[in-house]
């Protein structure tokens, strides 16, 4: 069974670069394609970006001038940047896999809470 | 970018009740669209992809219909366990985008 999990900090200083890593278990990072998503408290879901497995990546327009997604697949594991936070980029950060470039989301991690406050 | 919307944003609905929530795209997206179903501090968990295919261990009272831009998630009859929020996602064109999301509620 494929299970994934978040870890990183909770909290982060305005300003500053949150940063995020997904360890993918009980599975092959390759051949799939691995999204982080959000989501403010009490509010909806945000799909931030997404990576193969060979490195290739798409970002939401909406936030690509602060993120980097990238891939380390000698250790089944993808990473989140997200630069110059605010309070607005507060939220449940997932980590997600779909099994094609345009695919919905079969397996979710269980979750971040990521604050940004000083 | 795709713009999706759901409706009712509130539902309150008895055990038993047939239940049916609406999501619509701002422009068409054939039949790429998922239906995930989410509790209180939990991830979100597909139910249907591909508007009407129901992922592999979900009960069969969920049923998704709809192409282009309107679609429809069906809960034939409502079960405690039942009781979420419900998020229509797009995978047409990038970037991926939810709707709004519907909370169904105890009536």
């Known amino acids: 069974q494929v299970q994934l999990q978040e870890s990183g900090p909770g909290l982060v200083k305005p300003s500053e670069t949150l940063s995020l890593t997904c360890t993918v278990s009980?599975?092959?990072?390759?051949?799939?394609?691995w999204s982080w998503i959000r989501q403010p408290p009490g509010k909806a879901l945000e799909w931030i970006g997404n990576i193969y497995y060979s490195g290739s990546t798409n970002y939401n327009p909406s936030l690509k001038s602060q993120v980097t997604i990238s891939v380390d697949t000698s250790k089944n594991q993808f990473s989140l940047k997200l630069s110059s936070v605010t309070a607005a980029d507060s939220a449940v950060y997932y980590c997600?896999?779909?099994?094609?470039?345009?695919?919905?989301?079969?397996?979710w991690g269980l979750g971040t809470l990521v604050t940004v406050s000083s | 970018d795709i713009q999706m919307t759901q409706s009712p944003s509130t539902l309150s609905a008895s055990v038993g009740d047939r239940v049916t929530i609406t999501c619509r795209a701002s422009q068409s997206i054939s039949r790429w669209l998922a239906w995930y179903q989410q509790k209180p501090g939990k991830a979100p968990k597909v139910l249907i992809y591909?508007?009407?295919s129901l992922e592999s261990g979900v009960p069969s009272r969920f049923s998704g219909s709809g192409s282009g831009t309107e679609f429809t998630l069906t809960i034939s009859s409502l079960q405690p366990d039942d009781f979420a929020t419900y998020y229509c996602q797009q995978y047409n064109s990038y970037p991926f985008g939810f709707g709004p999301g519907t909370k169904v509620d105890i009536k």
């Open positions: 009980g599975g092959s990072i390759n051949s799939y394609y």
């Open positions: 591909k508007a009407s």
């Open positions: 997600a896999r779909s099994r094609d470039s345009y695919g919905y989301f079969d397996y």
